[in-house]
């Protein structure tokens, strides 16, 4: 079974200060790793995502993430937080070879950047 | 990039009656689409996987019954909540898979909020 876990339910930043978004996981297999954003009563946004390759990974709106394999940890990061970036954000997983392409989503991390 | 809606954005109905839930990839076809629940301040919940031409996958605990899923064809599948009560409000979501392959990212569409009253 896969999972994902973000240990944090509420990270609060200042615009400016750089953020950092905490997620880890399970999985059996290579691990396929994604990050969305949530706007109010709004779908999911993709982030960007980790296949295979560079552990950091570019995504859009300046964020990136970095895949640590040995921690199982894929953290999302922005070096200069913006109010905009206010939202709700999910890390999600699933792997390879498993015949099931099911995303697995962790509870979803709430970022505040105050002004 | 990809674009998924859905339809209605917003819906209130009364207890005891059925609501129709679409959602549509308008610019790519999409062989397989998920459907999600999500309940205030908590993470997404897989309900059910939707192939089309073939009958959708529910995930355990889901009443295959009282939410009808029907993939009548690649850019098209409907949820619908029958005899719906008031613990069906929710916040549903639909989501698209473009290429069947896990390393591809799915496309999520903006969401339906049900109130049952």
């Known amino acids: 079974a896969q999972s994902v876990a973000q240990p944090e339910d509420q990270v609060n930043v200042a615009e400016g200060n750089p953020l950092t978004v905490k997620c880890t996981y399970s999985v059996s297999g290579n691990p396929y790793l994604f990050w969305y954003v949530q706007y109010p009563n709004r779908g999911l946004q993709f982030l960007l995502k980790y296949i295979t390759g560079d552990n950091l990974v570019k995504g859009s709106y300046g964020f990136e993430a970095e895949f640590n394999k040995s921690q199982t940890s894929f953290h999302l990061k922005k070096p200069s937080a913006l109010v905009s970036d206010s939202a709700l954000y999910f890390c999600?997983?699933?792997?390879?070879?498993?015949?099931?392409?099911?995303?697995?989503f962790g509870k979803g991390t709430k970022l505040s950047v105050i002004p | 990039g990809a674009v998924v809606s859905q339809h209605p954005s917003r819906v209130i109905c009364k207890s005891g009656t059925s609501v129709k839930i679409e959602c549509r990839s308008l610019?790519?076809?999409?062989?397989?689409m998920f459907w999600y629940r999500q309940f205030p301040k908590k993470s997404l919940m897989l309900m059910a996987t939707s192939n089309e031409g073939s009958k959708a996958t529910y995930e355990q605990g889901v009443e295959k019954d009282k939410f009808l899923i029907n993939h009548a064809s690649l850019t098209l599948s409907t949820l619908t909540v029958t005899s719906a009560h008031p613990e069906d409000s929710s916040f549903y979501i639909c989501?698209?898979?473009?290429?069947?392959?896990?390393?591809?990212?799915?496309?999520f569409g903006p969401g339906t909020r049900l109130t049952v009253l």
């Open positions: 989501s698209a898979d473009p290429t069947s392959a896990p390393e591809v990212e799915q496309f």
């Open positions: 610019d790519f076809q999409a062989t397989t």
């Open positions: 999600a997983v699933t792997h390879s070879g498993a015949g099931s392409y099911q995303l697995t």
